[in-house]
């Protein structure tokens, strides 16, 4: 008998989990509502793909396993090398970070268009996944002879088609983002949706692309060649502004207003919007750009988190990922790295079970371990700004007082940025910022390496970016020793070779 998996969505979660599935049905179909763009294109239902976009590394190595190739294709297409410190300027809520001599790229930045374009090639290619564009899903089908219900398939319609489509699947899975209809289809087929939290972060972006100018050169001690990023401070700093060089010579320039402001339009509103910020460095930047296209505004969704894995009525045989069952304010750039972790856990959770009864159960439960962290840190950080209406629980008081002293020590104790960085990339939980060590380690820089602190406090706040690192003399003499030995060894082997 042919086992079919239905993947309703052809986003990053969509492409992914269908790959996953193909190991494990005879037939896997995608259903996508939109037609897929030829080249690097943006989709119709992605309205916020010219904002800012960050591929987190624990999304960059899921999406490498399951697409091997992924991250050459992107370095073949030139995708520009970000590096905070290195290249690319941070001003924190703390002021600016750390400076590095050596570059530490552990995410990807560039267009979600050529993020999702190198997936959509590498997904093509796959010829095991039927691909049915401009399909709208407009109901599940739901068997309920059983005391327990059960998805065994989907009707849907595409675009010009007058009758629906009956589509019979073993599995059913809701990777259509935050738009999902899920609830809806669970209402008609007499079954109550899972309970909901929401977190408004009152957020509003702005994205417009620029390139520089013919000629046009930045100062020699500009060593921020690919950028500048300033993020906002709690409680009443709603304010923010990045500009970041993409592929293909592009720049973006993303504004963020808190609060329920406006963002501007106009040059003159952008200009002055820029003035305001803590550092005049992006409005000092500016200059040496013209813009490409206008300012397109994206109203953010609230944060939301669907608790599918403490559903009561689960029907067996459907599954939600990604966006379909968490938001976030895409703040610190977790949600395509959420989706491509989700699509990770399927892939672990088909190696022990493919059963329609079994899968939907411990997929939510390990999918709902990992998202938390994401969901926690998301809406802990959003609840630091006084607009923001919300519980304030003590827990959240805590949790956002420690991440402070965290970041603090981190300015002294590079090994305290480091270890935390794995939790910020997603590649370890939350707990692990309080493992023992960690947290001793934590407090002791705190109390006693202050002045260690870099930035010094004076260059941490200061409007421009304190100088490069440089490699210390030590280190760049037992290089220089180095090189020089083995370049006399090559030499001496070569003489010998005649």
Not at 87 to 92: D, Q, Y
Not at 212 to 217: E, S, Y
Not at 299 to 309: A, D, G, I, Q, S
Request: include cysteine.
């Amino acid at each position: 008998m042919t086992s079919t998996a239905v993947v309703i969505g052809g986003g990053i979660a969509g492409m992914c989990s269908a790959k996953v599935l193909v190991d494990h049905y005879d037939r896997v179909v995608l259903l996508e509502r939109d037609v897929y763009p030829d080249g690097v294109g943006g989709r119709r239902g992605v309205p916020q793909s010219k904002m800012f976009h960050t591929l987190l590394e624990r999304g960059r190595r899921e999406i490498e396993d399951i697409y091997p190739g992924f991250h050459k294709l992107l370095d073949e297409r030139k995708m520009p090398k970000v590096a905070f410190g290195f290249n690319c300027a941070l001003m924190t809520p703390r002021g600016w970070g750390r400076n590095l001599p050596v570059p530490v790229q552990r995410s990807l930045f560039c267009t979600r268009a050529m993020l999702e374009s190198t997936i959509r090639d590498l997904f093509l290619q796959e010829p095991r996944i039927e691909l049915i564009e401009e399909a709208v899903v407009n109901n599940l089908i739901v068997d309920d002879n059983n005391a327990r219900k059960a998805v065994t398939g989907v009707t849907y319609k595409r675009r010009g088609d007058s009758d629906l489509t009956s589509l019979s699947a073993e599995l059913v899975v809701d990777a259509s983002g935050f738009s999902s209809k899920a609830a809806q289809w669970f209402k008609a087929a007499g079954i109550n949706p899972p309970e909901e939290h929401e977190l408004d972060p009152l957020l509003t972006y702005g994205g417009q692309l620029f390139k520089l100018k013919a000629g046009a050169r930045f100062p020699k001690d500009w060593w921020w060649t690919h950028g500048a990023f300033i993020q906002r401070v709690p409680p009443k700093d709603n304010v923010a502004a990045h500009l970041i060089r993409q592929e293909g010579d592009l720049w973006l320039l993303t504004l963020v207003a808190g609060d329920g402001l406006e963002i501007p339009k106009d040059e003159a509103g952008v200009s002055e919007f820029l003035s305001r910020m803590r550092s005049p460095l992006i409005y000092d930047m500016l200059p040496y750009f013209e813009p490409v296209d206008e300012v397109t505004t994206y109203r953010l969704p609230k944060n939301k988190w669907k608790f599918y894995e403490r559903w009561d009525e689960s029907p067996s045989g459907f599954i939600a990922m990604a966006a379909a069952t968490c938001v976030f304010n895409p703040n610190m750039g977790q949600g395509m790295s959420v989706a491509a972790g989700d699509a990770g856990i399927l892939k672990q959770c088909l190696q022990i079970t493919d059963s329609p009864h079994e899968l939907p159960e411990l997929f939510f439960k390990r999918q709902a371990e990992f998202q938390k962290n994401a969901y926690q840190l998301a809406c802990n950080n959003d609840l630091k700004f006084e607009t923001v209406v919300g519980p304030r629980t003590v827990s959240t008081r805590l949790f956002n007082w420690y991440n402070d002293q965290i970041n603090a020590a981190g300015a002294a104790d590079p090994w305290i940025a480091r270890e935390y960085a794995l939790v910020n990339l997603l590649m370890e939980p939350v707990s692990y910022s309080y493992r023992p060590w960690f947290v001793v380690r934590v407090l002791f820089a705190r109390l006693f390496l202050r002045w260690r602190e870099n930035p010094n406090a004076d260059d941490r706040v200061a409007p421009i970016p304190p100088g490069p690192a440089e490699i210390p003399t030590r280190i760049r003499a037992e290089i220089r020793n180095g090189l020089g030995l083995a370049y006399r060894f090559a030499r001496t082997r070569v003489g010998l070779a005649r």
